[in-house]
């Protein structure tokens, strides 16, 4: 059978699309569609599952048709089973057990039908829980539909290695994008000053081994889960994992790449104290660093960080700001530089 070039759309987090991008194209022809979609053209659909900075990947088609009805004439049919059983052939297979479609408008009886008609093609039934997810939505140019064919069962952000269901975890693509930002290398020693359950040190695996690297959380049960994260990803370098207080524990120094994620106030402890809190890190992170480090404050706490850095900023120099939008939540990562 010939091979496909599949066009893709890829699902990203605003705050996440530039890092996305640069990732995309090394898989084909890649392009920014909106800020929380790109587009991508490849002949390699297996690879799209390396993607770490995406949400989620859909293989895609759009037509000529002025209404979803024409989505079941028999030509489109066939080109939509292509795609189908592209996603059957991928390497390593991936199993569905289910279509459900997602669309304006799906209980009415056109979308039904293409539900079904779909859910044939691929050899599913039709489940309010399926995960072959099915989009289907008005295209660009006007005159189109587009029906979008999610190429995993789970979104290419929920990571196979997060086997503990520790709260708090920041998300996978935004831990990804932000050790980007950070430009974290293997050359470097990289602290997490407050790991949790070790999103950001398990992700950098998966780009480079840094030459050091340290989590420190005062959450034994974290540590815990960072432990098995790191035993699930089965990636090459070694992460020192210490339980206790980041800004009393022994650690040597000399760390060129630092990074924190602190509680922040609507899930643990009050505004005020997270201001000292933020005040504190930036001073221990001082102790630690080596000459011209880098450190990466992702925070909520936006009015307080600011006041910190006017006021308690231990001689780190603000280098910018990186905004991330996530259900409603957005936080921000400050990147400092140590003189």
């Known amino acids: 059978m010939?091979?496909?070039?599949?066009?893709?759309?890829?699902?990203?987090?605003?705050?996440?699309?530039?890092?996305?991008?640069?990732?995309?194209?090394?898989?084909?022809?890649?392009?920014?569609?909106?800020?929380?979609?790109?587009?991508?053209?490849?002949?390699?659909?297996?690879?799209?599952?390396?993607?770490?900075?995406?949400?989620?990947?859909?293989?895609?088609?759009?037509?000529?048709?002025?209404?979803?009805?024409?989505?079941?004439?028999?030509?489109?049919?066939?080109?939509?089973?292509?795609?189908?059983?592209?996603?059957?052939?991928?390497?390593?297979?991936?199993?569905?057990?289910?279509?459900?479609?997602?669309?304006?408008?799906?209980?009415?009886?056109?979308?039904?039908?293409?539900?079904?008609?779909?859910?044939?093609?691929?050899?599913?039934?039709?489940?309010?829980?399926?995960?072959?997810?099915?989009?289907?939505?008005?295209?660009?140019?006007?005159g189109t539909w587009q029906v979008l064919l999610r190429t995993t069962p789970r979104p290419l952000a929920t990571r196979a290695w997060r086997t503990v269901d520790y709260p708090g975890a920041v998300n996978a693509t935004i831990a990804a994008t932000v050790l980007d930002l950070l430009e974290v290398g293997g050359e470097d020693a990289l602290l997490d000053m407050t790991c949790g359950s070790g999103t950001f040190l398990v992700e950098q695996l998966y780009v480079a081994a840094p030459a050091r690297a340290v989590g420190v959380d005062l959450d034994a049960a974290a540590i815990a889960a960072a432990e098995q994260h790191q035993r699930s990803a089965r990636r090459r370098g070694r992460i020192d994992w210490v339980t206790g207080d980041v800004l009393e524990v022994d650690l040597e120094p000399g760390f060129t790449r630092i990074l924190t994620n602190p509680p922040w106030g609507t899930l643990h402890g009050e505004h005020e104290d997270n201001q000292q809190l933020l005040a504190d890190l930036l001073r221990r992170a001082a102790e630690l660093a080596a000459p011209q480090a880098r450190l990466g404050v992702l925070t909520h706490e936006i009015t307080r960080m600011h006041r910190v850095l006017e006021t308690a900023a231990a001689g780190w120099r603000p280098l910018g700001e990186h905004r991330f939008f996530q259900k409603g939540h957005h936080p921000r990562l400050f990147l400092l530089e140590r003189g």
């Open 2 to 142: 010939a091979q496909i070039t599949h066009e893709l759309v890829l699902e990203v987090l605003d705050g996440c699309a530039a890092s996305a991008l640069s990732e995309a194209r090394q898989l084909g022809f890649a392009r920014v569609t909106g800020p929380t979609e790109l587009s991508l053209r490849t002949d390699d659909l297996d690879a799209v599952r390396s993607l770490r900075r995406v949400v989620a990947a859909s293989t895609a088609l759009t037509v000529p048709a002025r209404r979803p009805r024409e989505l079941l004439e028999t030509s489109v049919q066939q080109r939509l089973g292509e795609l189908l059983d592209a996603l059957r052939r991928q390497r390593p297979r991936q199993r569905f057990r289910g279509l459900r479609l997602e669309a304006a408008g799906s209980d009415t009886a056109d979308m039904r039908r293409l539900a079904q008609a779909l859910a044939e093609l691929a050899g599913l039934t039709v489940r309010p829980d399926g995960d072959l997810v099915v989009r289907v939505r008005r295209g660009a140019p006007a």
